[in-house]
């Protein structure tokens, strides 16, 4: 990330729509990664409207450079059989022409503290991440997560289930959230 381009992750509500939406829609990815995620064209409207999702933005100022959901309650229990204190990530990428610039390494290493500030309860992150999408896997790995062993077979081959324990510490107020 270049100096001086600070970002930020926000819930995605319907104040945004006006800066964010068509930001969102407009985002591309290359067959080789979009076969791996979903697009905020198809996740956007059920993060908005499904009361166990909420929808994040990573923009630097008022640009969106990426997206993720976040997911909570028994619904994630085909993903993470001990769903109670989890919250999965889904779909997290970064706009194509956004990438290589940082932003998904620093929307990662602020993701605990936003966890821990909308999810109090929360004591862990899970994900899925397909094992022939190394990228990611290795972005996860980075930041923190841990494979212990746990697999799920996918539409699109096997997915490892990646999990990042939540520390207990205090969280710091947000300028954003």
Known sequence: MRLGQRITLFRYEEKHEETFKDQLLSFQLPPEQAEFTGLPEQTLQDACTDAGKMGVVIAQGDRAVGFFVLHTGEDIADFFQDYSGAVLLRA???????????????????LPDFVRRHYPEAEQIVLAVNERNIPAGQLYARAGFQDYGLRRSGSKGTQLILQYVLATEPVAPAAHG
């Open 92 to 110: 997290f990428l970064m706009d194509y022409a956004c990438q290589g610039q940082g932003f998904a390494k620093a929307a990662m290493a602020l």
